[in-house]
Nanobody
């Protein structure tokens, strides 16, 4: 079973950048779709970006043009590069992996806090 550990969150000023990492254990990681989700206080968790094992990426409208999702299968790691951050990007960010997102076997990381100050 794949296990995920996120890192890279923190406090940043509006307009700044952060890169989140999602380190995975397990030999089947390269076959999995990776998703980055976020959950702000009082809101539901929502999908921010996803990337297939072949590198096809999709983004939520709120982050298009500002966030970039990538993966390095040789390092079993996924990334979310966030630029031009806004206060409304403040949330706990979670990475997830599965053969398809929404699978009942989807694996979640523990989450990392991103706080954007105005």
């Amino acid at each position: 079973q794949v296990q995920l550990v996120e890192s890279g969150g923190g406090l940043v000023q509006a307009g700044g950048s952060l890169r989140l990492s999602c380190a995975a254990s397990g030999r089947t990681f390269s076959r999995y779709v990776i998703g980055w989700y976020r959950q702000a206080p009082g809101k539901q968790r929502s999908l921010v970006a996803s990337i297939t094992f072949g590198g096809n990426a999709n983004y939520a409208d709120a982050v298009k043009g500002r966030f970039t999702i990538s993966r390095d299968n040789t390092k079993n790691t996924g990334y979310l590069q966030m630029t031009s951050l806004k206060p409304e990007d403040t949330a706990v960010y979670y990475c997830a992996a599965a053969l398809y997102l929404g699978s009942p076997h989807q694996v979640w990381g523990q989450g990392t806090q991103v706080t954007v100050s105005s």
